[in-house]
């Protein structure tokens, strides 16, 4: 099917707040206007050009239902069309992507945020599980994550070293990023003393909820053209789910992340993944990273870890991605954020003058669900 | 824009309580009915959009991970969009724009509540504000009253008008296979009934239910192969902040916003005249007075004297609720999705027995949260 | 919001508050079953009819849509993965005869723990929970012929399970929040913030105006007398409710505001309440003797109707 009638939709501006373990100071609201207040000046349009509010946060985060209703005010929603995607932002960007395309709207506000700070992030995770098998056997983010790092390593012969390369990058690109509050960077030699966690997982190599919230403006690409000097394209997008018990999926790789993957490069045109210059990924944890850059298709099963070398074309996570800094619901959104900026050039994480950029988002209980952007300038 | 139908659509045999099935089971009949009822099978499908109310509801936080196997959609796209009891109706609106920006030919969307399962005032009155408020709420009931009594007056939204929604809609109820509430009432009935929250008294208020409810939307190509679609001709869906200065407890701006879209984009400039149904989701009888008056089909003030000259009845003018509305059955994560699979099922001409003779063109509206989350939609037999 | 700014405050103040959610589950029949059975000792797998495959636990649906039959596995298996957190060991189990894993407890003494490892179930001495499989030790029992039989039973499935969800949040303050309930504890006042643009002040203070979308930090006070928008008498009651009824919930606009203030009035019988109120009337806070820690909204006892000043 012809797609000459969906427009082109581009990244006009995106911002975000600091990262942080606890924003203790500040209300959800806060952050929230913060960011798209941010957002909105970086591309010069008003927030009365804004069409329609796409919105990403947990109730259970919250502490509210419905708790989208209290932050209206904040996100600029009031009078405009909006709606909740109770998934991680990027799943919000997808839904604002498919409404330009579609000629519903020209200019669109995606919003994520959270305050882990708040309440428990255990809960939050075991509370996604179901009540009759897995929650009563006590599986959360941490379990989930460890019975995967074990799984992988098996399937790939790697040890924990690889976990501990991984982490270190991630750390030390986020101590450089001035949007991640972080008390210095720990280094090889931090991450594997640190606390085994999650066996075989390490304190420093799992990811870190922190408080935040991020906004990107989507346009049309009439108004991008106009409005963003450099417009990021958004060329792909794709998501995928998983089979929710944990142990029914493939163990050692992310299916539902190859599977969108395909999706989001098959409607980008895209046939050589491995020419992105930036892969921007939200990965629950080292070995958890190093599955989803396989899904992302970038290498083969086990050889993701070369991706970390200086001579690798593909930068992995300029910014630190999730392990260093995970603001649940808002993850994914940040790495659209970051990868948007660094592809606009307006923001400098040693990534200059590259082209092309493949996003990751997930959701869900050991990364159930997956959600892959492909951007290009 | 490009169009979308909606090729079939399902629900449950709505109960007080299902005591044979999980939320996933639950959610997973209504699919495979509106599978059915569209002559697929879920690998048709391409996208899933899962609504339900707010997931303190039932003790699942997101819930459509735990359905994703029931519902067959291992390794394709699933989310869940949610809008408290509108969900069903913002739910729909994404697939639309799934299908509308070209990311899918044909999205299956499921709704449903499994209510008998936790404390719904309990988890619903957490909508509040927990510095601001929360000590005094009753879920929603206890602002609508208050909203409701502001209203009375100035609009003559009585005691008694409201009490004939609660007549007309149980009465339709009864037609309604779907529905488990099925118990004629009399004015005098509803009028004696306990009050809860005065003036909503216990027959203002709907059942609570256990129910789901799914619809399958198409491209114009996916579509051919029906025989009998309902396009989308509009479909809006509004939001305005809480307790912003402008709100106002006698019209809803978000639903006049988004019945002045979803009219725009079906040529609709005279609701009551143009359309032949209209199904509307009534969280308490007080609002359906409101709806008269928000979605056009009368002026402001002039609901109770629509109501009472029966043009709103079955065999009315403009038939309202012919499905029971929430009166018949209350699954709240459903409901506003049942809205829309209703006006369908009515220009399809599939509704047997409370079947609007010759309809052609619905309207739906839902709308939740803070009585500040609203949609409309208008579907039509014809394509434009 | 630039880098650096002091994002470190931990002595802040917060807000507690705790969801004690009551809750009846429906299991269905796989669940049900398989949790009833574990009292009699006895784990429970589906399997399809069309493909042989059995699953553990069990799923109510099989791989061709049609319901699958319930079957009884051996309690033996061989992990296949495992991890150890502070909360304990849990591990994918493949017990003999079944397709796929079940994630469980590793319990007893399981130091040497490694996929492969041989595990047989632990059973709890009080066999009537839900609990009653207590996790997997480690064994020596070697791979048995896998003998998965069909299930038969006289015991019912547990067709409702009885739940609680625990949630706790410490909510911040933040600035607005802060200073409006710092002035209501210390000062007996209210105060909101005023919006540049349209000059609205708004209650509670907030950090920018719906409707203009600018920041609003100018805090000014507002006044404990206002207009009474609209109220009902609360005769409900329901699990977790706050306040006892009966109550009259009302929603002011305070003097001074544009914003509602949601509140309760009082100061008189309720059953008076036809007669004494009405929309649009002037009411007034009644404040409580004494103030809380960190003011709150019931430092105002209630709002009571102000003679005829309409």
Request: contains cysteine.
């Amino acid at each position: 099917m012809s797609s000459s009638d969906l427009n082109r939709v581009a990244v006009v501006s995106a911002a975000q707040t600091q990262l942080c373990e606890s924003w203790n100071g500040r209300q959800h609201v806060d952050l929230i206007f913060s960011a798209v207040s941010d957002a909105l000046r970086g591309s010069g349009l008003d927030i009365a050009d804004v069409d329609v509010v796409i919105d990403c946060g947990s109730d259970v985060l919250d502490g509210r239902s419905i708790s989208n209703c209290g932050f209206l005010g904040a996100m600029g929603a009031h009078c405009k069309e909006e709606s909740r995607v109770e998934e991680d932002g990027l799943w919000g960007a997808a839904y604002a992507m498919n409404k330009i395309a579609a000629g519903g709207a020209k200019v669109a506000l995606v919003v994520a945020y959270s305050k882990p700070s708040e309440s428990s992030v255990a809960a939050y995770y075991s509370s996604i599980a179901e009540p009759f098998y897995q929650r009563p056997v006590g599986l959360d983010h941490l379990s989930a994550a460890g019975l995967m790092a074990n799984q992988y390593l098996a399937a790939t012969g790697l040890d924990e070293d690889a976990l501990v390369d991984v982490a270190a990058h991630d750390w030390e690109r986020a101590a450089a990023n001035e949007w991640v509050n972080t008390d210095g960077a720990p280094g090889k030699a931090d991450v594997a003393a640190s606390d085994l966690v999650a066996e075989p997982l390490r304190a420093f190599e799992v990811s870190r909820p922190v408080d935040g919230a991020v906004a990107v403006v989507l346009a049309a690409e009439d108004v991008a053209r106009r409005c963003a000097q450099v417009p990021v394209w958004l060329t792909g997008a794709g998501s995928a789910m998983d089979s929710h018990m944990l142990a029914e999926r493939k163990p050692g790789e992310l299916e539902a992340c190859a599977a969108a993957a395909r999706s989001a490069y098959r409607r980008a045109g895209i046939s050589e993944p491995g020419r992105f210059g930036i892969a921007e990924v939200s990965a629950g944890s080292a070995a958890a990273e190093l599955m989803t850059l396989e899904a992302l298709d970038l290498a083969v099963q086990g050889k993701s870890t070369l991706l970390y070398d200086a001579s690798s074309p593909i930068a992995v996570n300029p910014s630190g991605g999730a392990i260093p800094a995970d603001p649940i619901m808002a993850t994914g959104l940040v790495r659209l954020s970051e990868a948007a900026l660094q592809l606009a050039g307006q923001v400098d994480r040693g990534t200059s003058g590259v082209g092309s950029a493949v996003v990751h988002g997930a959701g869900g209980l050991g990364m159930q669900n997956h959600c892959v952007f492909t951007l290009e300038v | 824009m490009r169009n979308v139908a909606i090729v079939g659509a399902g629900q449950t045999h709505h109960a007080r309580r299902r005591t044979d099935v999980t939320q996933a089971g639950l959610a997973r009949e209504a699919a495979m009915r509106a599978l059915e009822d569209a002559d697929l099978t879920i690998d048709d499908i391409d996208s899933i959009v899962v609504c339900t109310g707010p997931v303190l509801f039932a003790a699942v936080n997101q819930p459509e991970k735990w359905l994703a196997d029931a519902l067959g959609a291992r390794l394709k796209p699933v989310v869940r969009v949610t809008s408290g009891g509108g969900t069903g109706l913002a739910g729909a609106l994404s697939g639309l724009n799934q299908v509308a920006g070209g990311a899918a030919e044909r999205v299956l969307v499921v709704a449903y509540d499994k209510l008998s399962e936790g404390a719904l005032q309990y988890s619903i009155s957490t909508l509040y504000d927990p510095f601001w408020g929360r000590e005094f709420a009753v879920g929603i009931m206890g602002f609508s009253a208050a909203y409701w009594r502001a209203r009375m007056e100035p609009l003559g939204h009585t005691e008694e008008a409201a009490a004939m929604v609660s007549v007309k809609n149980r009465r339709n109820a009864i037609r309604n296979p779907y529905a488990h509430f099925k118990k004629e009432v009399t004015v005098e009935d509803v009028l004696e009934s306990r009050p809860l929250c005065a003036p909503i008294k216990l027959l203002d208020v709907p059942p609570i239910s256990d129910g789901a409810c799914a619809v399958v939307l198409a491209s114009e190509g996916a579509a051919k192969s029906s025989p009998n679609p309902a396009w989308i001709r509009g479909m809006a869906y509004y939001c305005e902040a809480e307790n912003a200065t402008s709100r106002s407890m006698l019209q809803s701006e978000p639903l006049t916003l988004a019945a002045q879209k979803a009219y725009k984009q079906a040529s609709i400039t005279n609701p009551r005249r143009q359309a032949d149904v209209v199904e509307v989701q009534e969280p308490y009888t007080c609002f359906e007075l409101s709806y008269y008056e928000g979605l056009g089909l009368c002026r402001e003030g002039g609901a109770a004297e629509l109501l009472a000259s029966g043009a709103t009845e079955m065999d009315g003018e403009i038939p309202v609720n012919p499905s029971g509305g929430c009166m018949g059955a209350n699954p709240i994560g459903a409901a506003a999705l049942i809205r829309l699979a209703e006006v369908a099922q009515q220009v399809r001409e599939r509704c047997g027995d409370y079947q609007i003779p010759g309809a052609k063109v619905g309207i739906a509206q839902a709308g939740g949260g803070w009585a500040n989350l609203r949609g409309v939609a208008v579907v039509s037999s014809n394509r434009s | 919001m630039a880098a650096g700014l002091n994002t470190g405050i931990d002595e802040a103040p917060v807000f507690e508050t705790t969801l004690t959610m009551p809750y009846t589950l429906t299991t269905g029949r796989a669940a049900g079953t398989y949790l009833a059975e574990l009292a009699n000792q006895r784990i429970v797998g589906s399997r399809s009819s069309s493909s042989g495959k059995v699953v553990v636990p069990p799923s109510d649906y099989g791989d061709d849509g049609e319901p699958p039959e319930l079957v009884v596995v051996p309690a033996t298996g061989t992990v296949t993965a495992w991890t150890r957190t502070s909360a304990g060991t849990l591990a994918m189990i493949r017990l003999d005869g079944a397709d796929t894993d079940l994630v469980h407890r590793i319990v007893g003494d399981h130091f040497g723990l490694a996929n492969g490892c041989r595990v047989a179930a632990v059973w709890a001495s009080d066999a009537e929970t839900t609990n009653a499989l207590a996790g997997f030790e480690l064994t020596d029992a070697p791979v048995e012929e896998a003998e998965v039989v069909p299930l038969e039973t006289d015991t019912e499935p547990i067709a409702e399970l009885p739940y609680q969800l625990d949630l706790d949040y410490q909510h911040s303050y933040g600035l607005y929040y802060g200073r409006m309930f710092d002035e209501l504890a210390t000062q007996r006042r209210i105060v909101g913030t005023k919006c540049p643009s349209c000059q609205s002040v708004l209650i509670p203070a907030r950090g920018n105006c719906d409707v203009c979308f600018v920041p609003t930090a100018q805090v000014v006070d507002v006044a404990d007398t206002g207009t009474l928008l609209g109220f009902s008498v609360i005769n409900m009651e329901f699990v977790g409710q706050k306040r006892k009824p009966p109550y009259i919930y009302a929603e002011i606009n305070l003097d001074g505001s544009a914003t509602r203030l949601i509140h309760n009035v009082g100061g008189f019988d309720i059953d008076r309440t036809e007669e004494l109120l009405s929309i649009g009337m002037k009411v007034r806070a009644v404040w409580k003797e004494g103030t809380s820690a960190r003011g709150t909204l019931a430092d105002i006892d209630y709002f009571e109707p102000i003679g005829d000043q309409s």
